[in-house]
């Protein structure tokens, strides 16, 4: 089964993703701060009892992982591809989770709440990321009864989740913007409209090779959908923004446009190292080029710059190894699966 | 007819050529400064005569440029392939040239001295170079008397080229000595030993892409093989320690090599833009990694990177597209001939 970063998806060309997640906490529990070894664990069995005895279907398509069983490898490597957020690997107490064989649906039990469920989406399709989220949310609101409050809305460990819980959020490409600084210009004033900037890797980490979260600040106040419809509405600013300098920037300097590409796919094709983070700047570089139709695609094999950006992450290239690697190992290894991996142009 | 710069030499790994010139004076002409614009026409015509009509070999070989004739992309062009000097471009007075056309041969005319015999040969063949040197100085000293003194030997214009008139020197290319650091230190010991160092393009010159000359200080006092045989021993030792240390390189960080080397084939096959100075040193790279077999040539077509050196210094490449250009249309024009012109590697 595909991945849904596998997916090759034309309208990808500066939203690369859609993701949703909803916090949810259960009633009869304790939020996770109090919740203790024992109640994480019942906690955890409850979940997976109510959610894999819904259907046939539930225990074809998706699998659960006892967070403490996996290896460093593999939980860095979940976190890379955003499956699971940093705190579910980091805490002491017994963390669970349930994921799709896709990995576009997954709940994380025992993380900051007692469950987070998220939904991702290949290009700009919030929706059926809402829908998806919705659905696996009622499913088990039929048997557990949520921290719910008439006033508030869903209660949460943190009071910013409180209310919808909803969290949407939009991962963007933008080059363009990004090169001729007008990124930061964009970014500065979105925190007027309640939306947040964060990098690739979640809060406090640089916006590698031009990509970014967009996410709503708040969840509370408003509806599911207004707090959508405002976020799309930036978000098809933002995207509308960069493809204008896009073609502004080909127009006014072909030339240069055109060698920062092939450049990119040069080096790319024939490093023998690479850091995490030059091939990340590169292949976004190669990313603009593909969607500018300068870099015109020869194999069979479709160009997916995003999978490639997750695969190299140092976690998911030694996965794939299956070897522990240094820093060194990783930079060869890393260029050899993109060498590997990379489609030939015309 | 090829070009000596295009023939291909196994032995070119470290010495890309040898070059020989002898300074004359015809004793009935007073020397170049004084010798006016009337002198200047005599003195050529003069030289012209005696060496076209010493054989049907010379008319069909040889060629004659009235350099003040010549536009001044063709003169540069000339220069940079080191055909002739930059002084004999810049004097206001007439200047000649007599070349071959495979361009091993030439004599400048009312240059610094009335005559300045050039021949070069590709990798170390210097006793070739001088050879051919001789036979053309001997057939024209038949016709014309030399100014010559019994105590001093041949007399010219500058002190430093009295004697055998004599300047042998070789151009090497020794990226592993560069960027150890290494080379500094040769460099600065080499002049206790009567050998000085320019860049590939003369006094004052940086040496670009790994590229230098070497040549003789002085040319009195030694007898010609003296001073070849002193420079021919520097510059074995100096070629050995280049040797030695791209193996010393190449074991101790293998990956690192290959790396610099492969990259810098696949930025000169994909770039759409470049200057002269990166395209001469990741060619420079690129001569070291096919040296070292680390770069495999797949094509019928050999790597001659030293032909490429050449052909995309700015007026050779000016000269090839028959056009003025621009620094930037230069920048596009060389990407494009690097590109058409690189051989294909396994």
Known sequence: MNKWYEEVDNKKDVIIS????LARNIKKYPFAAKLGREGAEQLIENVKEVFFAQSEQAKKFYEYYDIGELNSVEKMAMVERH?????????????????????????????????RIQSIASGMDIEKALDYANKIDDLLEEQLAYAFDDQFGYLTSCPTNVGT?????????????????????ILEAMSKFGVS???????????????????????????????????NSIVKQIADQERKLREKLFTENREKMEDTCFRAYGILKYAREISSKEAVAL?????????????????????NVYELFLAIQPANLQKMSGLSLSI?????SRANYIRKNLPKIV
Not at 83 to 108: H, R, V, W, Y
Not at 283 to 303: H, N, Q, R, T, V
Not at 328 to 332: F, S
Request: charged share 30%; glycine share 10%.
């Open 197 to 231: 900037v964060r990098g690739i890797y979640g809060e406090g980490s640089q916006g590698e090779g031009s990509v970014f979260q967009v996410s709503n600040q708040k969840s509370i106040g408003q509806s599911e959908s207004d707090i959508i419809e405002n976020l």
């Open 283 to 303: 292949l976004s570089d190669l990313k603009l080029g593909a969607e500018m139709g300068i870099i015109k695609i020869k194999d069979e094999k479709p160009l």
């Open 83 to 115: 499956a699971i957020s940093p705190m579910l690997i980091n805490k002491t107490d017994k963390t669970g989770l349930i994921m799709s064989k896709d990995e576009t649906m997954s709940i994380m039990i025992n993380e900051e709440d007692h469950l």
């Open 18 to 21: 859609s993701r949703v997640r």
């Open 328 to 332: 060194e190992e990783r930079d060869i």
């Open 165 to 185: 819980g909803l969290r949407a959020s939009y991962m963007l490409h933008t080059p363009a913007l990004e090169s001729t600084g007008k990124l930061q210009i």
